[in-house]
């Protein structure tokens, strides 16, 4: 392993551009760099609200998780930003947290709701249920712009597409840990769920955070508080 940069405070949302450089968000300080390897970090926008997660999109611009503003934005090439998605049936997102896309253009995105207190929950649940209802989901957001809910789950964080696209990977961070797998149908819609990996059991410190698959299908994973990857 090798340092190539340092002075930021919490970093998240590594994003490598075929161009030869890539992005990254600190967290702490609001800030979205662009960085090529042996040059210093360059501050791309420094207004994030609470930047996490990247993808790019089909056309190559920049989506990102900004967890504190509630909200999925779109960066284009001019460096203008907007709104991807804000709300879901009416009620503001907890905290957008990790996004993908995939190649028939939706783009998932998990929202993890513990982080809020229940009186900050906007999302309403199902008919009849109070405001105890766990809205924590992966969302979708489809090529023409419809958004639903992919899956519930207890606490959604990283995700990655397997390389044929067929399953869908979640780590769940609280209250138990383990990574989902999600089968996908043609169109990109849940067909099937299960547990791909088990780590509650064992002595090792560390939760499952971000995921990444790699080009043969191995799921690579970190494991935070415990400074380890697997």
Not at 39 to 56: I, M, Q, Y
Not at 160 to 168: N, V, Y
Request: glycine share 12%; with cysteine; net charge negative.
């Amino acid at each position: 392993a090798e340092r190539v940069a340092t002075g930021f405070i919490f970093t998240e949302g590594p994003l490598w551009h075929p161009d030869g450089y890539w992005y990254f968000v600190d967290i702490r300080q609001n800030k979205l760099f662009r960085m090529t390897p042996g040059k210093a970090p360059e501050v791309v926008r420094s207004d994030t609200l609470g930047g996490n997660g990247t993808t790019f999109d089909l056309q190559g611009r920049l989506i990102l998780c900004e967890g504190d503003g509630r909200l999925v934005t779109r960066m284009g090439a001019d460096g203008k930003v907007e709104a991807l998605v804000d709300k879901y049936k009416g009620g503001r997102f907890a905290r957008p947290n990790d996004v993908v896309c995939h190649s028939n253009g939706s783009l998932y995105f998990t929202d993890p709701d513990k982080r809020r207190a229940y009186h900050e929950r906007e999302i309403p649940g199902p008919a009849g249920d109070d405001n105890l209802w766990d809205g924590a989901a992966v969302y979708r957001v489809a090529p023409d712009g419809s958004l639903s809910v992919l899956a519930l789950c207890e606490y959604p964080n990283g995700l990655a597409l397997s390389p044929d696209e067929h399953t869908m990977y979640v780590a769940n961070t609280r209250s138990s840990k383990y990574i989902h797998a999600i089968k996908l149908d043609a169109g990109g819609i849940m067909v099937a769920r299960s547990i791909f990996a088990d780590m509650n059991e064992g002595s090792e410190p560390g939760i499952p955070d971000g995921l990444k698959v790699d080009s043969v299908g191995r799921v690579q994973y970190q494991m935070r508080d415990a400074e380890q990857a697997f």
